[in-house]
């Protein structure tokens, strides 16, 4: 579908991307990686023709339909709603619905009639019949409320804007789909509703991503773009970051070697490009170093700017971290962010706070941190309780035209000071050698700045962490080499991230904040997710109200009624079809549902069953060494995971049977 070939792009006097080769074939899926800065968005410029190469071509096959999120977006007249602008997700859709509708009104004529066909033809392909739907449910899924749907486009602020822009191209149901970092405007919630839709597209997908949950769960293929090149690798992110390691041990290796060998050649011309008896030896080894400097080989910059992160022991508090009691905050007195909170936080927790935008969970930090005040109920830190809080903008508080050295002893002096020695060993911690003090922050990469921000905030000796989406500005690496300091830090941490691996690795607790209230889970992501998954399986059929952003409401609201015997018979042709394309659409995203739970079922039964196996015979053909009762442990545990899935399958199985009788009668 996409050929790269030897394509090069200069900036100036920088090498953005140099000579770089590869192809992305129809129904791939391509994860796209690499440091910030790197060229990633480049290649999607170059795609979209935005860009045009200094040397190389790209050759896109097939003519596809390209679907990718614009960075402006804007509505085409000031009364525009949000759903007609969502709607304008196809190019032409909207046009040839209006002429189909003008050659209704004569089709006896054989020319008009082979054009409607060909038009409708066309039109059913687009999905242009189910466009509502999907673009409601994308919508819905997104974190709007159906309310929403009719509020004039302009009203809504860029992040939301981003959202309508990103909900409008996966409704579009386009041949290549270019999603450049999707997850940055979105809650939680709205990535998991994200990653089940992309699952399902079956499409050509490019993502550029630095989230690795959707790469983990979405990508196939990885193309790293690093150090003006693109390496394609033909496995999913954990082949990936295996493969990675050896390829560049091997480049490390050739490197020396290059090295080495330059070196050599540079003496010998050091040493007798003066005599005339060794001249033409001399100039024949200074074009050997010439051509070495042309293939000269580059790290790639992720080695190079790695870094280390590590975070001081907290100093002694209470057990009890922070208390609030019917807590509440308002803005302007009469519209309340949130209402009636109450929870507590202990020593060592590690929390992550869940819930869709807009429900107050910055605002909470800034209350537990001091900057704002509560407008209602107590919020109580508790015995020698200091907290650190680290914003969104972090990376826009460093002033970027002083020093890393500069910023980190204004911190340092702002709170008391102390020996030079000591400051310098603080510098050292947070991986900032002698070569690196003087360096303008303005210049620093993603991970450097977090580390000089996390550097910053240390120096004020926290044990109370407030951390609002930490990983914003950061690589795959940089995420890496947060997460491994939080998991190691033994103080306190509250956060807010929409990076679903990054919370699954660094929280042991999660509090879920909701319009009704706030909901705590004393365990992990896949915790929470195991008893919210419960909690909803219960509500469901009860005549209780979703909150406005519940998927399932919105999916209900727009759901199409089915007319009764004697109403069909009245309509259109154009509208029996349209009804039985809504019908089949309504169904569609439960069958895959279906489908996808009897394949898991049997693919886990299929496993355990091999594991059950292999425990069986470690039980009945023991070693000096077995544990028999960790092996009658295993052994009990496969067989109720055997009976769960077997018991879910059954379920999914009998289900899909039934809804696929119904959809082939209908």
């Known amino acids: 579908m996409l050929d790269f070939r030897g394509i090069s792009v200069h900036y100036g006097h920088q090498d953005v991307l140099t000579d770089v080769t590869f192809r992305v074939n129809k129904g791939d899926r391509v994860g796209v990686v690499g440091p ?3 060229g990633k968005s480049t290649l999607f410029k170059i795609i979209l023709g935005e860009m045009s190469t200094d040397t190389g071509e790209l050759v896109i096959e097939s003519s596809p339909r390209i679907g990718f999120t614009r960075q402006n977006p804007a509505p085409d007249t000031p009364e525009e709603t949000l759903l007609d602008y969502a709607l304008r997700g196809i190019p032409g859709l909207s046009e040839m619905e209006a002429e189909m509708e003008a050659l209704e009104a004569d089709l006896s004529d054989p020319v008009k009639m082979r054009r409607y066909g060909e038009l409708q033809t066309k039109f059913e392909h687009l999905g242009g019949y189910d466009i509502e739907t999907r673009v409601k449910i994308a919508l819905g899924g997104l974190g709007f409320a159906t309310e929403d749907f009719a509020k004039p486009f302009k009203s809504f602020s860029g992040g939301w804007r981003m959202r309508a822009e990103l909900s409008r191209v996966l409704a579009s149901k386009p041949d290549l789909l270019l999603l450049d970092e999707p997850s940055n405007y979105l809650d939680l919630p709205a990535v998991e509703w994200l990653q089940k839709f992309l699952k399902a597209y079956d499409g050509t997908l490019m993502l550029i ?5 959707l790469l983990r769960t979405l990508t196939n293929i990885i193309v790293e773009v690093d150090a003006g090149t693109a390496t394609r690798y033909e496995g999913d992110l954990d082949y990936y970051l295996t493969e990675r390691e050896v390829r560049y041990e091997h480049l490390k290796a050739a490197k020396e070697n290059q090295d080495r ?5 540079q003496r010998f011309v050091d040493r007798f490009r003066a005599q005339a008896t060794k001249a033409a030896q001399a100039q024949s080894r200074q074009k050997l170093i010439d051509k070495i400097d042309e293939a000269r080989i580059v790290l790639p910059k992720r080695y190079t700017n790695s870094g280390r992160l590590r975070l001081a022991e907290p100093p002694p508090s209470g057990i009890e971290m922070f208390r609030c009691e019917n807590l509440g905050f308002s803005y302007d007195g009469v519209k309340k962010v949130f209402s009636g909170l109450s929870f507590n936080i202990t020593r060592g927790d590690k929390v992550a706070l869940i819930g869709y935008n807009g429900l107050g969970k910055t605002t909470l930090l800034r209350l537990i941190a001091g900057t704002r005040q509560a407008t209602e109920g107590k919020a ?3 015995h020698n309780v200091v907290p650190g809080y680290l914003s969104q903008e972090f990376a826009e508080t460093i002033p970027p035209d002083l020093t890393v050295y500069r910023n980190a002893k204004n911190a340092w002096d702002a709170h008391g000071g102390g020996p030079e020695k000591v400051f310098r060993n603080q510098l050292g911690a947070f991986g900032f050698d002698e070569n690196d003090v003087e360096k303008p922050a303005g210049v620093l990469s993603g991970g450097e700045k977090i580390r000089l921000a996390f550097l910053r905030l240390f120096l004020t000796a926290p044990n109370f962490l407030l951390l609002d989406e930490p990983t914003t500005h950061l690589d795959l690496d940089g995420r890496r080499l ?3 300091a939080l998991r190691k830090y033994a103080g306190t941490i509250l956060l807010v991230s929409h990076d679903i691996d990054f919370v699954r690795a660094v929280a042991t607790s999660i509090l879920e904040i909701t319009r009704e209230g706030i909901r705590s889970y004393p365990g992990g992501y896949d915790y929470y997710c195991e008893k919210k998954a419960e909690r909803d399986g219960r509500m469901e059929g009860e005549a209780t109200t979703k909150r406005p952003n519940d998927q399932t409401s919105k999916q209900q609201d727009i759901q199409t009624t089915k007319l009764p015997n004697d109403q ?7 509208d029996i079809r349209k009804q039985r394309a809504a019908e089949r659409a309504k169904v569609a995203p439960k069958l895959r549902e279906l ?7 049997e693919q886990k039964i299929d496993e355990l069953q091999k594991a059950l196996d292999a425990a069986s015979a470690e039980l009945f053909n023991p070693t000096p060494t077995t544990d028999f009762a960790e092996a009658n442990r295993k052994v009990r545990t496969l067989q109720f995971e055997i009976d769960r899935y077997t018991a879910d399958w059954e379920e999914a199985a009998t289900e899909l049977e039934a809804l696929t009788q119904t959809t082939t009668d209908t």
């Not at 991503?209 to 949950?213: C, G, M, Q, T």
């Not at 060998?261 to 050649?265: A, I, M, P, Y």
């Open 380 to 382: 109580v830190l508790g």
């Open 36 to 38: 910030n800065g790197s």
């Open 568 to 574: 069909t018979s009245k309509l259109s042709a154009k």
């Open 482 to 484: 947060l997460q491994d």
């Open 209 to 213: 991503s630095h989230d690795r949950y």
């Open 595 to 601: 489908k996808a739970r009897v394949a898991t079922a």
């Open 261 to 265: 060998h330059r070196e050599q050649l």
